[in-house]
C-alpha cells in the first residue's frame, strides 16, 4: 500500500529533491506578529524586517467592535451579486472612492484575486499588455489568464515600452500594467511619463499600489494620487493586505469601469464576498491609517536611514527608494546563508530568490515598519555589516 503511494508521489518528490539540490525549497515557518516591530519565529523573538506591515497596524490591530452590541457576521453567504453584499461593502467603496477622488471603487477579496479578475475582464485574445519585466506574479497570472498578447518591458525602460507600443497595431486594445512600488526592488514606477505613453498611443493605464497605498500621499491615499495622476489614471488597483494591516482588494475608476468590472470580473462574480466583519476591521484601520499621519513620517525618515548606513557600509541595495530594501546578493547559498546568520542574531529577514526574482540576483529584501525605533535599526545594519564583512560580501 505505501509503496503504491510512494510511487504515485514519485514525480513530486522527484521535483522537490531538484528544489533542494538548487537551493530553492521553501517552507513554512510558524511566525507570531508582535506589537511594534517585532515577530516571534520557532518560539525566538526577532526584529521584523521581513513583513508588508509597514504602518504597524496588522501586529496593534484585533477586531473590537464599537459599540460592542454591534455584530457583524463572519461569513458573506454567498458572492456579492447573489446575496453576500451586506451593506458595509458599499459603505467602504463610496468611502474609498471619495478617498482616491475617483467616481467609484470595487472591493475584491484579495490583491490576487483583483488582478486575476481585472486584467482579463480589460483585455482577450487579439489585445495588448505591456508590463514592466518586475512587475508582481498576479500581475503576470491575470495576463496569462487573458490570453491577450503579453508584451514585456525591461523594469522602467520607457524607451523599449516606446517602441513596443509604435509596434502594436493602431488600432488594437492596449494596456499598460505597473506596479507602483515594486515588491522585491523598492523601486517607483515613473508614472508620469507612463501617462504621457499610454496618452500619446492610445493605451489605458493600470497601476498595482499594493505597496504605496497608505505609504505615499498626505493621508495614504497612494501615490498617483500624491503625483495628481488620479484623473489620468484609468484603473487604480490597490490592497488592504499590506499597509493597511488587513485583507482584500479594492480599485478604483471610473463609475463606468466599475459597472463594466461587476459584470466581467470573474473573480468578482464567482468568489464568495469577504465577511463583514472583516470589512469592518479593513474601514477601521483604513480610517486608523488616515488620522495617524506619524506612521507614514516614520515610515519614510526610517527608511532612509537604514538604507543609507547600509549602503556607505558598502552594500549593494539596488534603486530602493522605498520602505522596501533588497540587499542584493546573487547567489542563492549566499542569501540563504546570510539570512540564516541574521535570524540566529534575532533579525528575521527572508532570502529572496528565483522565480520570484530573475535568475543570479537572489537577495534579502527587507521591509521597514513605522513603529521600529531608531536603536533597534541601528543595531540591527551593524550586524548586517558584521557578518557581511566576515562573508566578504563588502
Ligand atoms: C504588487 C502586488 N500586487 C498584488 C499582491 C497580492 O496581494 P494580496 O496579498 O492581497 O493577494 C501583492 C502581494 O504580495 C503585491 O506585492
Redesign the pocket.
Known amino acids: 500500500m505505501c509503496a503504491v503511494k510512494a510511487a504515485k508521489w514519485d514525480w513530486m518528490q522527484a521535483e522537490l529533491d531538484r528544489l533542494q539540490e538548487e537551493h530553492l525549497v521553501r517552507q513554512l515557518v510558524a511566525t507570531k506578529l508582535q506589537v511594534g516591530g517585532w515577530l516571534e519565529r520557532d518560539g525566538r523573538r526577532m526584529l521584523n524586517l521581513a513583513s508588508n506591515d509597514y504602518l504597524g497596524l496588522a501586529s496593534e490591530s484585533g477586531i473590537r467592535i464599537e459599540p460592542s452590541d454591534v455584530q457583524y457576521p463572519c461569513g458573506a453567504g454567498a458572492s456579492r451579486l447573489v446575496a453576500g453584499n451586506d451593506p458595509i461593502y458599499t459603505q467602504l467603496e463610496q468611502e474609498f472612492a471619495a478617498f482616491k477622488g475617483t467616481e467609484c471603487c470595487l472591493l475584491f477579496s ?4 483583483a ?1 486575476l479578475g481585472i486584467i482579463p475582464a480589460l483585455v482577450g485574445r487579439h489585445d495588448y499588455v505591456f508590463s514592466d519585466r518586475l512587475n ?1 506574479a ?2 503576470v497570472d491575470g495576463i496569462q489568464l487573458s490570453r491577450a498578447e503579453h508584451v514585456r518591458y525591461r523594469h522602467r525602460d520607457l524607451n523599449q515600452l516606446e517602441h513596443q507600443l509604435k509596434k502594436a497595431p493602431a488600432n488594437s486594445r492596449k494596456l499598460i500594467v505597473t ?1 507602483t512600488i515594486f ?1 522585491m526592488d523598492g523601486t517607483i514606477a515613473p508614472l508620469q511619463d507612463l501617462v504621457t505613453l499610454k496618452d500619446r498611443y492610445g493605451a489605458m493605464l493600470m497601476v ?1 499600489e ?2 504605496s497605498g497608505g505609504v505615499y500621499g498626505s493621508e495614504g491615499q497612494g501615490i498617483v494620487h500624491a503625483m495628481g495622476l488620479q484623473d489620468q489614471v484609468e484603473v487604480q488597483m490597490g ?1 488592504f ?1 499590506k499597509a493597511y494591516g488587513a ?1 482584500g ?1 479594492y480599485v478604483a475608476g471610473d463609475a463606468v469601469l466599475i459597472q463594466y468590472l461587476i459584470n466581467r470580473a470573474r473573480t468578482l462574480i464567482y468568489n464568495t464576498a469577504l465577511p463583514p466583519i472583516l470589512i469592518y476591521a479593513i474601514r477601521e484601520n483604513w480610517l486608523r491609517s488616515q488620522r495617524e499621519a506619524w506612521r507614514r513620517q516614520a515610515l519614510q525618515s526610517r527608511a532612509q536611514q537604514f538604507r543609507s548606513v547600509l549602503q556607505a557600509a558598502g552594500f549593494d541595495m539596488g534603486d530602493s527608494e522605498s520602505q522596501i530594501v533588497p540587499l542584493m546578493i546573487g547567489d542563492n547559498v549566499q542569501a540563504i546563508v546570510y539570512s540564516r546568520a541574521l535570524q540566529a542574531e534575532g533579525i528575521a529577514a527572508v532570502a529572496i530568490r528565483p522565480p520570484t526574482v530573475p535568475q543570479g540576483s537572489a537577495r534579502i529584501r527587507f521591509t521597514i515598519m513605522a513603529t521600529h525605533q531608531e536603536h533597534e535599526l541601528n543595531w540591527a545594519a551593524q550586524r548586517m555589516i558584521a557578518i557581511g564583512q566576515q562573508m566578504r560580501l563588502i
Not at 110 to 113: D, I
Request: aromatic share 6%; net charge negative; proline share 0%.
Open positions: 484579495s490583491g490576487y484575486m488582478n508582481h498576479s500581475i506596479d515588491s498595482d499594493a505597496h490592497t493586505s485583507v482588494a
